[in-house]
């Protein structure tokens, strides 16, 4: 069966809207490496990162929109042009080097004829200085790449529409790569294998690390996991179920902890924590 938490009631001083962020750990580790809604604690300098890590963004020039993104939460403004950019430190747990790797988001793009980058960890533009990375191509396909032990495979599947909030995800399992557009995957390759290879650099969000593919447009609740999500599990991260994991991703004996943040649009509450056993 599904795992699942609920909130019994939140209580907010000043009556604003609540919402719960919801970081899950399997067997005491944390399955996010980056969880980004891009509200509670957020500002034009500065975002928060849910995850266990502390991988907390600086933001260089997008406008943070508190009623802006997929749910009117909150969402940061690209303006496709300058160094518009959220740079996240080079940290251990963002060196992803095993073999399974989700690449999450929501977008709003206010163009489909240009390349422009959701999430890229990178030295340089040379396939050997990438580590993974999603983005939108110039023929508004969804690209993702991926460098292991066997060499980079960067190529594209799916179709995305201008104006419009879109799911985006990418996910890595050793074997396949796997492309999925709002809740439903759009395209495999089975091209790349091995675990992907060490890289030191920043994670960048709203363009390339090097200055190139600006974003055009807004994004919002962005994620890096060092895990391989099923299909069905980004079915119910589209439909805005957080709060539950599939039983695709689960095992008997396993423990799972729901770590629930409720925030508002100035500030972060203290998380909850509630422990399954599968």
Do not use: C
């Not at 509670?40 to 009623?67: A, H, L």
């Amino acid at each position: 069966d599904n795992l699942s938490v609920f909130n019994i009631s939140s209580f907010d001083e000043d009556n604003d809207t609540t919402k719960n962020i919801y970081n899950w750990y399997k067997n005491d580790n944390p399955i996010a490496v980056l969880n980004m809604p891009f509200e509670g604690e957020s500002n034009g300098t500065f975002t928060k990162d849910y995850s266990s890590y502390n991988n907390s963004g600086v933001v260089n020039g997008p406008i943070w929109n508190s009623s802006g993104g997929y749910d009117n939460k909150g969402a940061y403004v690209f303006l496709g042009t300058g160094s518009d950019d959220i740079q996240i430190q080079d940290r251990t747990p963002l060196n992803i080097t095993g073999s399974q790797l989700t690449l999450m988001a929501w977008v709003y793009t206010r163009t489909t004829s240009s390349t422009q980058q959701i999430i890229g960890r990178a030295a340089g533009t040379g396939a050997t200085q990438r580590q993974y990375g999603l983005y939108i191509t110039s023929t508004g396909a969804l690209g993702f790449d991926t460098r292991t032990s066997s060499g980079t495979v960067d190529t594209n599947k799916g179709s995305l529409t201008a104006n419009v909030w879109t799911h985006v995800a990418g996910t890595y399992d050793g074997e396949n790569m796997e492309w999925n557009i709002n809740g439903a995957q759009t395209g495999t390759n089975a091209s790349q294998t091995g675990n992907i290879v060490s890289q030191l650099s920043n994670v960048t969000i709203g363009r390339f690390p090097t200055g190139v593919s600006r974003f055009n447009g807004t994004i919002d609740e962005v994620m890096i996991l060092n895990r391989t999500l099923s299909a069905q599990q980004i079915l119910l991260i589209y439909r805005n179920q957080t709060n539950t994991i599939h039983s695709s991703l689960t095992n008997n004996g396993e423990n799972w902890t729901a770590q629930v943040f409720p925030i508002d649009n100035e500030s972060t509450g203290d998380g909850v924590n509630a422990t399954l056993l599968v």
